[in-house]
């Protein structure tokens, strides 16, 4: 099944959807360093995107979709978050760095079969409700198109109309929209990212989002009720940590649960951790030459109010970009001791769940950067997995 990669970054939903089966029509990027990192990995040994094409270098506004109007299954993309981002400066569709008016613009000119959009949580904010309706709305209806010189605010103001007018005949999207916690689906990472799927209505496809497979819950049994996440990583009874406070009263109820042998409790797996992510590397503070690629330790870590670091032995934080560099708490581990360093290049490539063969090629705070802004894979390919089998089935019939 062929796809185009939209605002592909570093390429964690790209490499996702590679994993899910889907091939590479076209990979789009602005960003110099980013491409980079796409075209050294295309040319590394066992290098899991040997098969993609050439990163094309370019603005999505300047893309011309003819030569793909007949070769596209899926249109894959993280559109630009920093503009509704919380940690950045929240302007919305004032920011000229919003791309979604490009992603429904691939969509209307390919037209198709199905679309995946990701972006920040930040865009289901209240003081942004309506234009996350506009996208939406835009994303269902992509042949609406905002006349020139229009306010977004008239052409939503059309499209609400449209939408309840428009025949069964016109061509439209069957969206499906939720917020997902990576961790939830096996990341060692707490990010919540909201996901746009679409299908094209003429094909009649029922989708559903995937299962989450993973819970908090499970790891809090895993820790405190049966031990076996401290056995599995040979941490002996008087080196485990206490439960925290906050804590104490769900472990109760799940003792109890567990006791019930309560289905929906036992049924998914633990959250994965940042430990989980990063046992079998070495410690980079120790100076030891590293066999493995990405893996450097940076110095001048520090806690600042309200970016604090992560826990060992819970999912990370979310990893982010920052404005101006690596922010300190987001990309930070803190260590048993409580002190904090920064996590490698390698080790939120892990958290991002990036294979090892992925390797990132320029300056620490330019990969974190990508690293920040990327789909974590195994989210991606989860979602994408979903959404190919549900493609494939129809082809099959």
């Not at 079969?113 to 865009?123: C, D, S």
């Not at 497979?213 to 405190?224: C, N, P, R, V, Y």
């Not at 330790?297 to 404005?323: I, M, N, Q």
């Not at 690596?326 to 803190?334: F, I, S």
């Amino acid at each position: 099944m062929s796809s185009i990669e939209l605002f592909a970054g570093a390429g964690g939903l790209a490499l996702g959807m590679s994993n899910a089966g889907f091939n590479h029509s076209a990979i789009i990027e602005w960003n110099k360093d980013a491409c980079e990192t796409i075209r050294y990995n295309r040319l590394l040994d066992n290098s899991p995107i040997a098969g993609w094409p050439t990163p094309v270098e370019n603005d999505a506004r300047k893309i011309d979709y003819s030569a793909f109007r007949e070769a596209v299954n899926v249109i894959s993309g993280g559109p630009p978050c920093q503009p509704f981002s919380l940690g950045g400066k929240h302007q919305g569709y004032n920011d000229e760095r919003d791309m979604f008016p490009e992603a429904v613009r691939a969509v209307r000119e390919l037209k198709p079969k199905a679309f995946i959009f990701e972006n920040v949580k930040g865009l289901m904010r209240a003081s942004f409700s309506d234009y996350f309706e506009y996208i939406n709305l835009q994303l269902a209806f992509p042949d609406f198109v905002r006349k020139p010189e229009e306010s977004w605010e008239k052409h939503l103001y059309r499209l609400k109309c449209y939408s309840g007018q428009s025949k069964a005949s016109d061509l439209h999207y069957k969206l499906n929209v939720k917020l997902l916690n990576a961790a939830n689906y096996g990341v060692p990472q707490k990010r919540e990212r909201v996901f746009f799927i679409g299908f094209r209505s003429d094909l009649a496809i029922d989708w559903q989002f995937p299962e989450e497979t993973h819970s908090e819950d499970a790891l809090l049994i895993a820790k405190w009720i049966t031990g076996e996440y401290w056995e599995r990583h040979k941490i002996s009874k008087k080196d485990r940590p206490e439960p925290s406070v906050r804590s104490l009263g769900r472990i109760k109820r799940l003792k109890h649960a567990a006791k019930a042998t309560d289905v929906e409790v036992i049924s998914k797996l633990p959250w994965l951790t940042v430990r989980d992510a990063i046992c079998d590397l070495p410690d980079p503070e120790l100076g030891i030459k590293m066999q493995v690629d990405n893996h450097i330790f940076v110095p001048g870590a520090r806690t600042y109010p309200g970016h604090t670091g992560s826990p060992l032995d819970e999912p990370s934080k979310t990893l982010k970009a920052g404005d101006h560099g690596v922010p300190g708490g987001e990309n930070m581990l803190v260590k048993l001791d409580g002190s904090v360093r920064y996590f490698t290049v390698r080790e939120a490539a892990r958290i991002q769940t990036f294979p090892d063969q992925y390797r990132f090629n320029g300056s620490w705070t330019e990969t974190m950067r990508q690293l920040g802004n990327a789909v974590p894979v195994k989210l991606a390919q989860t979602v994408a997995s979903s959404v190919a089998a549900s493609i494939a089935n129809l082809d099959s019939n």
